[in-house]
């Protein structure tokens, strides 16, 4: 079974500071991972996606990926109380559009 | 364009009873999915279908039934509700094709339907 495991928060920062997500993965042959964010009761929406080795910005986020280490990371610079919500890291298979998330990681920005 | 959009927002069931959610898209997308999300937890893929008249099941289907007669549609069927099946669910959909090297294309989600089984 693909597993994806997030630390479920939550996590804690004050604004203006570097918020720091984690997310690992069972499946060694995974090729593609993103990152949702979800406003309480609200549906996910896609912020970032990465799939080479290294780094990605995009404003104020930046996703990185380690496929030897099966890991990947978001990192929110300039936290807002805007960014609070939960945070939902996802991964696609091989072959094929479906994807397996974790369980998310609920982020509290305070003023 | 509407996007994806899902009926009801919210329903009580009780234990027996059965019910269909209804998700529609406007995108002309061929792959559309259902999730549940239980509390504080991430998605759950139940049933996915590739395009019309093709279904397959995903992580969680059991005590649920999909069909695909239309591009646009894409109904989830719960028979003999079940507290277990107390839950959000939300509908999803991409496009074909390729879009980027690895072949992904964004699922865009619904805005979901509440479901408690009592």
């Known amino acids: 079974q693909k597993e994806v495991e997030q630390n479920s928060g939550p996590l804690s920062v004050p604004e203006g500071a570097i918020a720091s997500l984690n997310c690992t993965y069972s499946d060694r042959g995974s090729q593609s991972f993103f990152w949702y964010r979800q406003y309480s009761g609200k549906s996910p929406e896609l912020i970032m996606f990465i799939y080479s080795n290294g780094d990605k910005e995009d404003g104020r986020f930046t996703a990185q990926l380690n496929k030897a280490s099966q890991y990947v990371s978001l990192l929110i610079r300039d936290s807002q109380p805007s960014d609070s919500a939960t945070y939902l890291c996802?991964?696609?298979?091989?072959?094929?559009?479906?994807?397996?998330f974790g369980g998310g990681t609920r982020v509290l920005v305070k003023p | 364009n509407a996007g994806v959009t899902q009926t009801p927002k919210f329903r009580i069931l009780k234990i027996g009873q059965s019910m269909t959610l209804q998700c529609t898209q406007d995108m002309n997308h061929n792959y559309m999915y259902w999730y549940r999300q239980d509390p504080g937890m991430g998605l759950k893929l139940i049933y996915y279908s590739v395009g019309a008249g093709i279904t397959d099941k995903g992580e969680v289907p059991n005590g649920y039934n999909v069909s695909r007669s239309t591009t646009e549609d894409f109904p989830l069927r719960l028979e003999l509700a079940a507290p277990s099946q107390t839950s959000v669910y939300f509908c999803?959909?991409?496009?074909?094709?390729?879009?980027?090297?690895?072949?992904?294309?964004?699922?865009?989600f619904g805005p979901g339907t509440r479901l408690t089984v009592l």
């Open positions: 996802a991964v696609k298979e091989a072959a094929g559009n479906k994807l397996t």
């Open positions: 999803a959909s991409s496009a074909t094709g390729t879009s980027g090297r690895l072949g992904y294309n964004e699922q865009f």
